[in-house]
């Protein structure tokens, strides 16, 4: 057998001398060590009074021994006056079993006479029971140890979001088969068959369509994930279109089969990440498992709900407004609750701002919750452009050459086009990571320079947000901001990462 972590004993509260025997292994030595307890108590059935107890239990089993001259209060009354000795009682995930064996008429145990019997605690209540049962299948085990403290809210507002998806399902079903005409008899079976496929088919192909998209998903994965229940929404409303013109069933159900399976394919991708973020340890499977085991329940309940209230034909206008406004509302409040422990560029920003405007870099928390979702990753209307090309940073060659010098030690040139009221980071032959990093530091550090400049020069109202036409009236008045912007980062560059690094833990 492996080596197993140091064990610790812990004495029992209890008066008797029984002793709780707890182990610091992992969940995996645990499941080895439940595995092999029969063997290890049959070996400590035959071992001598006062030998060393054998360290067997864990968080996900217990066992409690005793000796043959020793009593620990665990005797049943059925034991007393018969040849059967009880040696030890085993709990596993809230189920617990008696170990005994029978003696011979010179008093050892005979071999290969170990009988298990279920053995049901008086202080746990069928309500108890039922809570433990329950809470196997949606809590990860070792809960909330074993998760951060996000997962309670996150997995919440998941299961709101699932319950109002699986009501919708109902409705959005209903209405495609009544359109298709599979309930008024509008078509053959044959013809019903090739549109439902046609439909099926159109949904893929968006899908694998949309899987090039495939490395947004790792740093925009919030924005990605709103967009896509957004999108789950919008085919829902185009299915239900199609009550109204069932004539155009087959164009509408593709369009509407093509959004959700976009929607599927960014829900599918975006999922690891998140349940890695609410892991602790090597807990990511479990973690994802229960996860999904939520959200299915949640379904489930929220399908069984439709059901019942479609039979009195509810308005599809009113039941899809009042589901998608709790579907929407609830993706969002999830997707909020997530903290995660990298930064993307939104949530760079945040750090950015806040350290530029109050000396510190938020916390995790504080920074995620900042985040702002509604920044869809299509939109390319941003006031940072990072990595961007030569033609779009520079107007002319003048405004090139007069700030190469300023950058000449850098793996990076940081510059502002007026005419595009943007902030471009160009980066050199052999930028590394932590090149880049800065880069994105000192595009923001100049944009910081940009709106301080627009909030004295321009009344509110009358200026749109980062258009900053006034801001540089002259070439030398742009070299002279992008100086002033060097020093500052090469004085608080190093500051904002050590702080950010802090923070990251």
Request: hydrophobic share 40%; aromatic share 8%.
């Amino acid at each position: 057998m492996a080596t197993r972590p140091p064990i610790k004993l812990k004495q029992s509260p209890s008066n008797s001398a029984a002793q709780t025997l707890t182990a610091t292994s992992s969940a995996q030595d645990v499941r080895l060590l439940v595995r092999e307890t029969l063997r290890i108590s049959a070996n400590l059935a035959s071992s001598p009074p006062g030998s060393a107890a054998h360290p067997l239990s864990s968080s996900s089993s217990s066992l409690l021994q005793s000796s043959e001259n020793s009593s620990f209060g665990l005797l049943d009354e059925n034991f007393v006056n018969s040849s059967l000795r009880l040696i030890c009682c085993e709990e596993i995930d809230g189920r617990r079993w008696k170990y005994v064996a029978e003696k011979d008429a010179s008093g050892r145990f005979r071999k290969g006479s170990i009988r298990a019997l279920s053995s049901h605690s008086p202080q746990a209540p069928p309500i108890e029971e039922l809570m433990s049962f329950v809470r196997s299948y949606v809590l990860p085990e070792g809960f909330p140890d074993s998760v951060t403290s996000s997962y309670v809210p996150y997995m919440s507002w998941r299961a709101l979001k699932h319950f109002f998806g699986g009501a919708m399902s109902v409705f959005t079903t209903q209405t495609l088969l009544s359109s298709v005409g599979v309930s008024r008899n509008r078509a053959t079976p044959g013809a019903v068959a090739i549109n439902w496929i046609i439909k099926d088919g159109a949904g893929r192909v968006g899908k694998m369509l949309f899987a090039r998209q495939g490395k947004k998903f790792d740093y925009d994965l919030k924005q990605l994930r709103f967009s896509g229940d957004l999108l789950m929404e919008v085919g829902a409303a185009v299915e239900l279109a199609t009550a109204a013109v069932p004539h155009l069933f087959l164009p509408l159900a593709c369009a509407a089969n093509v959004a959700k399976n976009v929607a599927a394919v960014t829900s599918t991708s975006t999922r690891t990440p998140i349940y890695k973020a609410f892991a602790k340890g090597e807990n990511i499977g479990d973690v994802t498992a229960k996860g999904e085991c939520v959200g299915n329940i949640a379904d489930l309940l929220g399908t069984g709900l439709s059901i019942m209230i479609s039979k009195r034909n509810p308005s599809l206008v009113t039941t899809f407004a009042l589901l998608s406004c709790g579907y929407v509302f609830s993706s969002y409040q999830e997707v909020k609750s997530v903290v995660l422990p990298t930064l993307n560029r939104a949530r760079f920003t945040v750090a950015v701002e806040s350290f530029l405007k109050t000396g510190r870099v938020p916390s995790l928390e504080e920074g995620n919750m900042s985040e702002n979702i509604f920044t869809f990753p299509c939109l390319k209307d941003r006031p940072v452009v990072l990595g961007s090309r030569f033609r779009d940073a520079f107007q002319d060659p003048g405004a090139y050459l007069a700030i190469e010098p300023l950058f000449e030690k850098e793996k990076y040139m940081v510059t502002y086009n007026p005419s595009r009221g943007k902030i471009y980071a160009l980066l050199k032959d052999q930028a590394k990571s932590d090149d880049i990093l800065k880069a994105a530091f000192h595009a923001h550090v100049l944009l910081h320079f940009v709106q301080s400049s627009n909030d004295d020069r321009s009344s509110a109202g009358k200026q749109r947000e980062y258009d900053s036409s006034d801001f540089v009236s002259t070439p030398s008045d742009l070299e002279a901001r992008i100086a002033e912007s060097c020093k500052m980062v090469s004085s608080s560059y190093g500051i904002f990462k050590s702080n950010a690094a802090e923070q990251v833990g």
